[in-house]
């Protein structure tokens, strides 16, 4: 008795995102692993969306998993952008033992 690929017990081995109206005016995402290539702000404001989708209980389970896939991915690519620009601001403000202040070459990410 084999597994019927429509069965309780199928697994979900793919499902494809589709693309919402705010997704497609928000730029598009890349969930294969690789940082997002959306300006941060974008970034908040799809991942504000997903939130909303999320919390409305009108998405089925498998939409459900590609939303949240997108914003965890949205939200690690955020923080990492917020890390980079915090590292940038320490190096402007960074001063020497004597008060001096220390200068660096930012390099553009």
Known sequence: MGLRPDGPDARLTAVAPKK?????????????????????????????????????????????????????????????KLDEAEAKVELLLAVSEDGTPETEEIEDS
């Open 20 to 80: 919402s109206k705010e997704s497609a005016e928000t730029g598009s995402t890349n969930l294969g692993g690789e940082a997002l290539d959306l300006p941060f702000e974008k970034a908040m404001r799809r991942l504000s969306v997903i939130v909303e989708e999320l919390e409305s209980g009108q998405l089925s389970l498998e939409e459900s998993l590609v939303r949240f896939e997108e914003g965890v991915h949205l939200a690690r690519a955020s923080q990492k």
